[in-house]
């Protein structure tokens, strides 16, 4: 077990990049409500998360023992682009950015743009999608970064093996909210993983909707069947229950709250065993290691107090029962360099 992630890059200049940010009028960019509110949100903790993202940062720097000005960087699942703009903001030679939300691509261009610095390269997909852009541009970045991304893709080990068929020697970095070992944590995301599940008075649950789509593509089940399908295809994509049902091979899984959207296969913030997550990397030859995240001590009066008892705590032994987030580092093994 490790402590958090050291910080090695410069105060000042990551100081600097959250003035910058703040101190632009965001709103002038035409950036959607939606992902504009969620900027509005983020600027106050802004300097947090900037934290964050310069001990993974760093890591890579250290995995690779290459200067940042060298480096090749991927931001996986960036969402709103706060950590691609940091990285070429500190100087990365090339910073590649993937969502599949069309929308968050769309955003990171005109705060690119608002800003006169940004990503090299905006890619609207997956971990197909950038596999297939590095081949057709003959690109092998060194290491991919996923803030708070990991939790909800589909199949891990499709993932895996898209970013490793690229380079056997890319450096992974993760950090994850969905922790199992924060029980307080644990309790929280269970509670939305069943309100995704089941549904509420504004919008129907996951399992209404795998149950509408069986019915749709076998008219001739009976409800029975139907609420049997429906509960044991938890966890699927809609391609995925057509190929369960047809093959008459429920997907029983261990967690009973783990779900996703059968629409996408995004999952509610799922939580894993880290064993699971080194399990997954093993076939490419990748060790996986974890550290412990850390509270926002910058907050004023108690909170802030609070938050440094807490994270002294978690620097210690036995501190990951309160950790607020993990971070996966993922390193190629020997035989792979």
């Given at each position: 077990m ?8 410069s105060?000042e ?10 101190s ?5 960019a ?6 504009l ?8 903790v802004?300097d ?5 993202y310069?001990?993974c940062?760093?890591w890579?720097?250290k995995?690779?023992q290459k200067?940042?000005?060298?480096l ?22 090339q ?7 069309p ?49 909800h893709?589909y ?11 690229i ?26 993983m ?13 399992r209404e909707?795998?149950r509408?789509f ?9 409800n029975e ?21 047809d ?5 029983l899984l261990?967690?009973?709250y ?14 894993l ?6 399990q997954?990397?093993?076939?490419y ?14 907050h ?15 620097a ?21 360099l």
């Amino acid at each position: 077990m490790a402590t958090p992630l050291s910080n090695p890059l410069s105060s000042e200049k990551l100081s600097q990049f959250v003035s910058t940010m703040r101190s632009t009028e965001i709103a002038s960019a035409g950036i959607n409500e939606y992902h504009l509110q969620y900027i509005r949100r983020m600027l106050p903790v802004l300097d947090y998360y900037v934290d964050i993202y310069a001990r993974c940062i760093g890591w890579i720097t250290k995995q690779t023992q290459k200067p940042l000005e060298q480096l090749t960087l991927v931001d996986y699942g960036g969402g709103e682009g706060f950590c691609s703009m940091l990285m070429k903001y500190i100087g990365a030679h090339q910073v590649i950015y993937v969502d599949m939300n069309p929308e968050a691509s769309d955003t990171i261009g005109r705060l690119s743009d608002l800003m006169g610095w940004g990503p090299d390269v905006v890619l609207t997909g997956d971990a197909r999608s950038l596999r297939e852009w590095c081949q057709r541009e003959s690109e092998v970045p060194d290491g991919v970064l996923g803030m708070d991304v990991i939790e909800h893709i589909y199949s891990l080990d499709e993932f895996f093996g898209e970013l490793t068929s690229i380079s056997p020697k890319i450096q992974m970095v993760f950090t994850t909210a969905s922790t199992p070992y924060n029980r307080r944590k644990v309790r929280e995301l269970h509670k939305v993983m069943l309100t995704d599940e089941l549904g509420d008075e504004h919008h129907e649950g996951f399992r209404e909707m795998r149950r509408q789509f069986i019915q749709k593509h076998n008219p001739q089940m009976g409800n029975e069947q139907l609420d049997y399908w429906a509960t044991n295809t938890r966890g699927l994509n809609y391609d995925d229950i057509l190929r369960a049902v047809d093959r008459n091979s429920p997907n029983l899984l261990r967690d009973k709250y783990n779900t996703c959207d059968p629409s996408t296969g995004s999952w509610t913030e799922r939580i894993l065993p880290v064993e699971d997550y080194r399990q997954l990397l093993l076939p490419y030859q990748y060790q996986l290691d974890e550290a412990l995240g850390f509270y926002n001590e910058r907050h004023n009066g108690l909170k802030g107090t609070l938050a440094r008892m807490a994270n002294r705590r978690i620097a210690r032994r036995g501190g990951r029962r309160i950790a607020p987030f993990l971070f996966l580092t993922a390193t190629p093994s020997e035989t792979n360099l």
